[in-house]
């Protein structure tokens, strides 16, 4: 198990990285008051011991403070699922990543198709998020993946590859999360050979975008990861991990799911 809480992180995250466990993360989403959430954290911190993989889970805003109460000091990693691009200002509701730090994040979800579709963001704006969270100290997990017209168009790789190299900043040292919005939430799932595919076309984009350091940044799954499926999405190439949302809310399923995790 590594440690991923924010005091015991190594001074370069990338050490964590060449270990290549995988990271199973948990999206609460929009989800879960501060009683709930602390419960799901303890029942998710209580099993996380002798898994081979990392763990994470980003709950909303408002149950982060009790979150971290749980997680602290633990081998679970906390953190958010947005952050704003400036470090402080006149930008009501928005939170900025050196706020997320300062509450025990370590790390923060950027540009998930959520917002993409809800809130407008865009791939630039998403840059600069990724940017803040990396200068605030925190994982930034940028979200890339194609709507199913788009995948049915024959488009996916090539606006995925676009998403990447669009939404990665210079000197990323994050994680990219593959998420087919189709996926999201349906049940339904690519094949793993889409999924190879998929993976193998970022890994490209990402060495086009950033050298040889593209080599090092996790990729990971994510859309309708559950126990059932989760053994064989993690075992495809290039998959660094899953994203999980749905399936995160239940501490036994997230937990079977990172039993699934490949070892190290
Ligand atoms: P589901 O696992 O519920 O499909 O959600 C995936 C997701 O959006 C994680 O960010």
């Known amino acids: 198990m590594v440690l991923f809480f924010k005091k015991e992180l190594p001074s370069n995250p990338l050490s964590l990285r060449r270990k290549m466990q995988q990271l199973i993360a948990g999206n609460w989403k929009m989800n879960l008051l501060r009683g709930p959430a602390a419960a799901l954290a303890r029942d998710v911190a ?3 011991a002798g898994l081979h993989c990392g763990l994470a889970v980003f709950p909303t805003f408002t149950a982060l403070a009790a979150v971290q109460a749980v997680l602290r000091g633990g081998p679970v990693m906390l953190g958010a699922q947005d952050c704003h691009v400036a470090v402080s200002g006149a930008f009501t509701g928005d939170v900025a990543a050196v706020m997320l730090a300062d509450a025990g994040c370590g790390a923060v979800i950027v540009g998930h198709s959520e917002r993409r579709q809800c809130h407008g963001e865009t791939s630039a704006g998403v840059q600069g998020k990724a940017a803040a ?5 925190l994982l930034a997990v940028v979200c890339v993946g194609e709507t199913e017209a788009e995948r049915d168009a024959g488009h996916a790789e090539r606006l995925v590859c676009r998403q990447v190299a669009e939404s990665v900043p210079a000197g990323f ?4 999360a593959y998420e087919p ?3 999201i939430g349906t049940g339904r799932t690519p094949t793993q050979q889409d999924v190879a595919a998929m993976h193998g076309a970022i890994r490209a984009a990402l060495l086009r975008h950033l050298g040889p350091d593209g080599a090092g940044v996790r990729i990971l799954y994510g859309g309708s990861v559950n126990p059932e499926n989760a053994a064989g ?3 495809v190439p290039d998959v660094g991990g899953a994203l999980v949302g749905g399936a995160s809310l239940d501490a036994q399923k ?3 799911i990172a039993a ?3 070892r190290g």
């Open 254 to 256: 997230f937990l079977a």
């Open 133 to 137: 969270a990396a200068a605030a100290g």
């Open 260 to 262: 699934a995790a490949q």
């Open 181 to 183: 919005i189709w996926a």
């Open 173 to 176: 040292s994050g994680v990219v």
């Open 46 to 48: 209580a099993g996380a």
């Open 233 to 235: 999405l993690l075992a």
